[in-house]
């Protein structure tokens, strides 16, 4: 696609294009390079000047992060992965058996419950989110996994990348 952009197109077209990209790949990536820079500088440096040059602190700001006493952040490091880990597998899993059952089978209500699964995507996860905490606070788990875990089990949008990727490139006899 870019070859026939180029030819149809004058190169300071191109040129100007290219410039544009590159301007914003560096204004999108900048963020990240401060925060790498700034993990390698102590507080008193950080606090009054402001260089993109890397400081010699790394290990030292490592370690104290490490061994606070307040912030248990490889605990809290342990707790994301357990969460990410079981939400992944238990989210594509459900989502790979529902995109199966609406791809392989036909049923009347087929195309009624592809679109109520489309219409769940749709809605915004702010409009439930308070109902839902309240709910698990009813229940007695908020301080819990639990609450973390059980609205990524039934995911709409893997659902959806699911079933259009057996739907374009999977026949049914390979799905099966």
């Known amino acids: 696609k870019i070859l026939i952009f180029c030819k149809k197109c004058s190169d300071d077209a191109v040129g100007a294009y ?3 990209a590159a301007f914003f790949v560096i ?34 700001n490592f370690t104290n992060a490490i061994n606070e006493t307040k912030v248990a952040v490889l605990h809290s490091m342990f707790n994301s992965l357990i969460v990410a880990v079981i ?17 392989a089978y036909n049923f009347r209500l087929k195309k009624a419950a592809f679109v109520f699964i489309m219409v769940i995507l749709m809605v915004p996860t702010q409009v439930s989110a308070l109902g839902f905490v309240e709910m698990m606070d009813a229940w007695g788990i ?3 996994f639990i609450p973390l875990i059980f609205p ?10 699911i079933k259009q990727h057996m739907e374009s490139s999977l026949p049914l006899e390979i799905v099966e």
């Open 87 to 103: 939400s992944c597998v238990t989210s594509v899993y459900i989502a790979t058996l529902t995109a199966y059952g609406l791809y």
């Open 18 to 20: 290219a410039a544009f």
């Open 27 to 60: 204004v999108s990536f900048f963020p990240f390079v401060m925060l790498l820079v700034n993990t390698t500088k102590d507080t008193s440096t950080l606090k009054t000047t402001f260089s993109l040059l890397p400081g010699g602190d790394f290990v030292r």
């Open 152 to 161: 990524t089990l039934a995911s709409p949008a893997v659902f959806f990348f």
């Open 142 to 144: 908020k301080d819990s």
